[in-house]
């Protein structure tokens, strides 16, 4: 893969939690964002919040360092390869 695609990848960053309004607020003040709230719920855990949020590969981290200071997150983040509208 060349070098400029990777950094041009768009990602998907899922965030599973039960409380999304830090996370929220967060993401909008420090990268002017906005996330996608689906109520969800897990086997174990009971009912939670599904956040997902588009980042480019520089915003990242910046949402990698959000979502550390709001423990007990559990997040995952996915390369999209196409976005339909």
């Given at each position: 893969m060349p070098v400029s695609c990777h950094f041009e990848a768009l990602k998907q960053v899922t965030i599973i939690t039960k409380d999304p309004d830090a996370i929220i607020h967060d993401i909008r003040e420090e990268l002017n964002k906005t996330c996608t709230i689906i109520n969800s719920s897990g086997v174990i855990a009971?009912?939670?919040?599904?956040?997902?949020?588009y980042v480019n590969y520089f915003e990242l981290q910046k949402v990698k360092e959000i979502i550390s200071r709001n423990k007990g997150s559990f997040s995952t983040v996915s390369t999209i390869d196409e976005i339909l509208r």
């Open positions: 009971g009912e939670n919040k599904t956040l997902i949020c």
